[in-house]
């Protein structure tokens, strides 16, 4: 199903064109439709504070029922991306709030937002034997059989970092899935389960001969090691993961703000 969508009137000003929806595709409705706020967030009509389109409206335009429009602007709206005030709208939130879990949400998305495409060098999906820190991490017994997804990135034709993620066997991931998308779009695309808290660590280390080469740097050069144990909203293990950046090619930030009395 293809639903043309040609451009969106509102208060006298003409908003960019949006892709169509398409059912059938493999990528649920909601997704789609958020995928499209985002864009037309992009606009500099909103930048400056204009209101986005309302629920029905989009619903009617994109070919959605005003359920599926509502749960793609409050995931956007939870993700800190906008704001709702009752009586006035949706609109860009001035000055987007990440908390220490929604900034590892999308590392994609968060590129994108600074003007970066990354790129996907290298993607390997497996079934392995889950090591003691890997059982530690997802809660299982050391041995277990579990699913295994490597992926080496960047941007400019340069690997930046690799991700070496595993997952608990209850999600029942396959290899036939599409890892180039966010992955925790993914794995609530294909299992229902939202990824709600992270703890994460983080070291500095040196690049032994395995990841020189996929990173293509020199052996020994220092790279910033992080994990991360991923759980849903019951504290339900989803995803061990270990990463290796190059820090001459990326820089981690974290804002840290005094909380209320």
């Known amino acids: 199903m293809f639903i043309h969508l040609d451009m969106i009137m509102r208060a006298g000003k003409v908003f960019p064109l949006l892709q169509p929806v398409r059912a059938g595709v493999g990528i649920p409705?909601?997704?789609?439709?958020?995928?499209?706020?985002?864009?037309?967030?992009?606009?500099?009509?909103?930048?400056?504070?204009?209101?986005?389109?309302?629920?029905?409206?989009?619903?009617?335009?994109?070919?959605?029922?005003?359920g599926t429009a509502r749960a793609a602007i409050l995931r956007l709206v939870n993700g800190g991306v906008l704001e709702r005030k009752a009586g006035v709208g949706t609109r860009l939130r001035r000055h987007p709030v990440e908390s220490g879990v929604r900034a590892w949400r999308s590392f994609t998305r968060e590129m994108?937002?600074?003007?970066?495409?990354?790129?996907?060098?290298?993607?390997?999906?497996?079934?392995?034997?889950?090591?003691?820190?890997?059982?530690?991490?997802?809660g299982v017994r050391p041995g277990t059989r579990v699913a295994r997804l490597d992926r080496l990135r960047g941007w400019d034709g340069m690997p930046v970092l690799l991700c070496r993620s595993w997952f608990h066997p209850r999600l029942g991931l396959t290899a036939n899935l599409d890892y180039t998308r966010p992955l925790y779009d993914v794995i609530e695309a294909?299992?229902?389960?939202?990824?709600?808290?992270?703890?994460?660590?983080?070291?500095?280390?040196?690049?032994?001969?395995?990841?020189?080469?996929?990173l293509k740097v020199?052996?020994?050069?220092?790279?910033?090691?992080?994990?991360?144990?991923?759980?849903?909203?019951?504290?339900?293990?989803?995803?061990?993961?270990?990463?290796?950046?190059?820090?001459?090619?990326?820089?981690?930030?974290?804002?840290?703000?005094?909380?209320?009395?």
Do not use: N, W
């Open 29 to 66: 409705l909601y997704l789609q439709v958020e995928a499209q706020l985002r864009r037309l967030a992009s606009d500099p009509v909103f930048q400056e504070g204009a209101l986005l389109p309302d629920e029905l409206t989009l619903a009617d335009r994109l070919g959605v029922s005003r």
């Open 218 to 261: 020199q052996r020994g050069a220092p790279l910033l090691y992080r994990s991360h144990s991923v759980s849903d909203a019951r504290g339900r293990p989803i995803e061990y993961a270990e990463l290796h950046y190059v820090s001459a090619r990326f820089k981690l930030t974290m804002e840290l703000q005094q909380g209320a009395p």
């Open 190 to 214: 294909s299992t229902g389960l939202v990824a709600e808290r992270a703890r994460e660590e983080f070291a500095a280390v040196s690049a032994d001969f395995a990841l020189a080469a996929q």
């Open 112 to 138: 994108a937002a600074k003007g970066v495409t990354v790129q996907t060098f290298r993607l390997d999906f497996a079934q392995v034997v889950a090591t003691k820190q890997v059982a530690l991490g997802l």
